[in-house]
Structures are given as structure tokens and as C-alpha cells.
């Protein structure tokens, strides 16, 4: 599995885990979902994603994005 797909299951982990846990749990925990959001939408335009960067230093290959 290269970097790019590990970004992507992480962030959609990270969503479906926050909305069970607003569902279950409290409403606050949207703020990750919306969180993960943006991340996604800052790496898209500047290229930085911190999980794509700790991604490369445990040894996942590169791929096309990062």
C-alpha cells in the first residue's frame, strides 16, 4: 500500500470514527470530522500532510501524490 492510500484510509477512519462517536457519544466529536476536513483540503492546495510525512518515516512507499 503506497502513502496515498494510507492518507486516505486514515482520514476516512478518522471521519466514520468521529460520527460514531458524535452519534454515540457527544456531538462535539464532529470537530474531528470537520478537523480531518481541512487538513484534507490544505494538503490538496499547499502539498503538506503531516500523516503522509510520518507515513514516509515508517517505511510505507511513496506514491503519486506525496
Request: glycine residues 10%.
Amino acid at each position: 500500500m503506497t502513502i496515498d492510500r494510507m492518507v486516505m484510509a486514515l482520514a476516512g477512519t478518522m471521519v466514520l470514527l468521529s460520527v460514531l462517536l458524535a452519534v454515540y457519544h457527544s456531538p462535539n466529536w464532529l470537530w474531528l470530522s470537520g478537523f480531518v476536513g481541512l487538513n484534507l483540503l490544505q494538503s490538496a492546495f499547499t502539498g503538506f500532510c503531516p500523516a503522509a510525512i510520518i507515513f514516509k518515516k515508517l517505511g510505507i512507499k511513496s506514491g503519486t501524490a506525496f
